[in-house]
T-cell receptor, first 115, second 114 residues
Framework: AQSVTQLGSHVSVSEGALVLLRCNYS??????LFWYVQYPNQGLQLLLK??????LVKGINGFEAEFKKSETSFHLTKPSAHMSDAAEYFC?????????????FGSGTRLSIRP | ETGVTQTPRHLVMGMTNKKSLKCEQH?????MYWYKQSAKKPLELMFV???????ENNSVPSRFSPECPNSSHLFLHLHTLQPEDSALYLC?????????????FGNGTRLTVT
């Protein structure tokens, strides 16, 4: 069975600083991995996805994530935080060739940006 | 109108009421989902409707009843709810249910049960 763990329920960074949101997964078969973002009073929006092509995945709004099999990690980064990045971020995993209905979401990390 | 639209955005209901949540997708997708988002808990899949499969989470109480009349519309009928059912209910759609089909979410219905 697959699972996903997001380290840190709340991360606060200064505007212009590096953003690093951590995600570790567990899967007995090669996983498909996703990052979603949820702005206040909205639903989730896909940021990026890893589907076994390139290990470094670029997403929207300047975010990227790197798949590291040896570390079972898929951390989300952005070189320079912007005030508009304040939101909740969810890492998610689907194991191998499973259905999209089997997607497992992490508990989320709330990102705050300090002026 | 594009994307996934959910109505109403907010709903307050008593435990004896009957209400329905509505979801409509304008993306041409053929799979639709209901998720429950509670504070400090991971998203919980409640139901999936698609051409390939219908999934019902066995832990979802029978006071929640889904209806999917066609590939563009999804309803969640509610009756005799409990206060612990208060949450954000999110609808999502996808093109198929393969592992490479990202979910597109609506903005949710914030449900409060009094």
């Amino acid at each position: 069975a697959q699972s996903v763990t997001q380290l840190g329920s709340h991360v606060s960074v200064s505007e212009g600083a590096l953003v690093l949101l951590r995600c570790n997964y567990s899967s007995s078969v090669p996983p498909y991995l996703f990052w979603y973002v949820q702005y206040p009073n909205q639903g989730l929006q896909l940021l990026l996805k890893y589907t076994s092509a390139a290990t470094l995945v670029k997403g929207i709004n300047g975010f990227e994530a790197e798949f590291k099999k040896s570390e079972t990690s898929f951390h989300l980064t952005k070189p320079s935080a912007h005030m508009s990045d304040a939101a909740e971020y969810f890492c998610a995993v689907i194991a191998g060739y499973s259905s999209a209905s089997k997607i497992i979401f992490g508990s989320g990390t709330r990102l705050s940006i300090r002026p | 109108e594009t994307g996934v639209t959910q109505t109403p955005r907010h709903l307050v209901m008593g435990m004896t009421n009957k209400k329905s949540l509505k979801c409509e997708q304008h993306l041409g997708h053929n799979a639709m989902y209901w998720y429950k988002q509670s504070a400090k808990k991971p998203l919980e899949l409640m139901f999936v409707y698609s051409l390939e499969e219908r999934v019902e989470n066995n832990s979802v109480p029978s006071r929640f009843s889904p209806e999917c009349p066609n590939s563009s519309h999804l309803f969640l009928h509610l009756h005799t709810l409990q206060p612990e059912d208060s949450a954000l209910y999110l609808c999502a759609s996808s093109q198929g249910v393969t592992n490479n089909s990202p979910l597109h979410f609506g903005n949710g219905t914030r449900l409060t049960v009094t």
